[in-house]
């Protein structure tokens, strides 16, 4: 830092730099001087806006837990980047820890949380390694589902379980993304990718499995489809679509 730091002009600005600003990790003297014309634009103070609904939603879901496999990566990564003859990063470091802070979470809960709110889905590779090309390839594992009954809703309580299905990507009787997709095309629901979560569920004691689509900042559409009936064709598949989060 140079002491001198130039405001950045607009309208309009930049989403990042009015998030860095909404977390408190500008220098000081630069936020005193932007906030006050971030607030006096419509849609700049719409963003800030937005983003305080989403830390509020952030801080009311439950805790993910990060999976132990993508923690030890990621503690891994970071222990090389910090080796001796490597230049540190300093000032996104200190930004990302304040705003992680600010947030009241670790940076692998940052990580989880953005790409629920988002729809950011991390690709981990198994590495696992090739069997020899001389020996027999062992026999394939049919994958159980869990032991534990799938969660048992109501119509008008779809949103309590968002938290255990955002830990999921279990397609139950659907089985493939592409079956998925056929389904929500069925209905008249069009979605880029994998869900954000994907779970079998009992909506009032009908077999059904519960997708979570992303709907914009904050907000979670929950779709509940009959894989018995539902397909591209047949609107009928579709239980129950509703949107919960942002207020």
Known sequence: MTGMERVPMGPPWS???????????????????????VEADAEASEILRALDATL???HSLPPVPMPDHVAARIDAALAAEARPGLAPVVSLNDARKRRNRRLGMGGAGVL????AAFGIVLAVSPGAQQPPANDAAPPAQTSKP????????????????????LKAQNYGPLETPDRLAGCLKGGGITSSGNPLGIS?????????????????????????????????DKPEGVL????????
């Open 240 to 247: 129950a679509d509703t949107t919960v989060g942002q207020r």
């Open 200 to 232: 079998p569920v009992e909506l009032e004691g009908k077999s059904a499995v519960m997708a979570i689509l992303p709907a914009g900042l904050g907000k979670y559409r929950l779709v509940v489809l009959d894989p018995a009936t539902c397909g591209p």
């Open 146 to 165: 869990s032991a534990a009954p799938p969660l048992a809703l109501k119509r008008d309580e779809l949103g309590s379980a968002v938290g255990e299905v």
């Open 56 to 58: 509020e939603d952030l």
């Open 112 to 115: 989880v949380a953005a790409a």
């Open 15 to 37: 989403v990042d730099l009015i998030a860095d600003l909404h977390a408190g990790v500008l220098p000081p003297e630069v936020a005193a001087q932007l906030r006050p014309r």
